[in-house]
């Protein structure tokens, strides 16, 4: 075994000792209650925002959906103030499940990639802006996205701004309207829908604005 395979090896063990530890001293309990989360940032006072981003970051790779700590925090600071700490946690979150997985799984993945899969595979990385949208869209703020799009080779710009716009509808709407947004996304499939498209056909739009302005650089200098 490399050095390099044994030390990705000891992160792994250590992040899953870690959760396993903390779920067994019920360290996660706190954030599956709602009462108890608005009570704890509340009572941290000018701490709370820090502490609200990371429990952000120890909830995401749990796959808990992110209502769980911005709908109680509605209670404590104002929507915008929500809706800040909360995109803040979810991009630190998200990146760090991008790297980690582009750091222990990109290389294994890419030698084992089936020859079918590779023209998909392709065409991810070329429209990574577009295709990071509409998987933050569909998956919010699961990690599985984070995941996918680590062991393929989309840019770490294209995911950086794809997650930012990808969490922002969702993030703002439940941080202005709370329980209300939630439901209303459950119980409005087609106005998400509606959403979810507009936001893809403009970052379509962005992306083909950038390949019309690089593509006379390109033609000139051949």
Do not use: N
């Amino acid at each position: 075994m490399s050095r390099s395979t044994a030390v990705k090896l000891a992160v792994v063990v250590a992040i899953v000792i870690a959760v396993i530890l903390t779920l067994a001293a019920g360290g996660f309990d706190l954030l599956r209650d709602q009462d108890r989360v608005q009570e704890f940032l509340t009572d941290s006072g000018p701490w709370g925002p820090i502490l609200f981003i990371l429990a952000f970051v120890a909830l995401q790779p749990l796959s808990l959906p992110g209502a769980v700590l911005i709908i109680p925090a509605t209670f404590v600071w104002s929507w915008w103030e929500v809706a800040i700490y909360s995109l803040s946690g979810g991009m630190v979150a998200s990146t760090i499940g991008f790297v980690l997985a582009r750091w222990l799984g990109q290389a294994w993945v890419r030698r084992r990639l089936p020859a079918r899969l590779q023209p998909w595979e392709q065409r991810l990385a070329e429209h990574g802006l577009v295709a990071t949208v509409a998987l933050r869209l569909l998956t919010g703020y699961a990690p599985v996205a984070d995941w996918l799009l680590g062991v393929s080779r989309v840019s770490v710009p294209a995911f950086g701004l794809g997650t930012l716009i990808g969490l922002a509808p969702t993030t703002v709407a439940t941080s202005i309207w709370g329980d209300d947004a939630v439901r209303g996304l459950v119980d409005s499939p087609a106005l998400t829908l509606v959403i979810s498209a507009g936001l893809i056909a403009a970052a379509i739009v962005t992306v083909a604005i950038r390949k019309g302005r690089r593509d006379p650089a390109e033609r000139d200098c051949s």
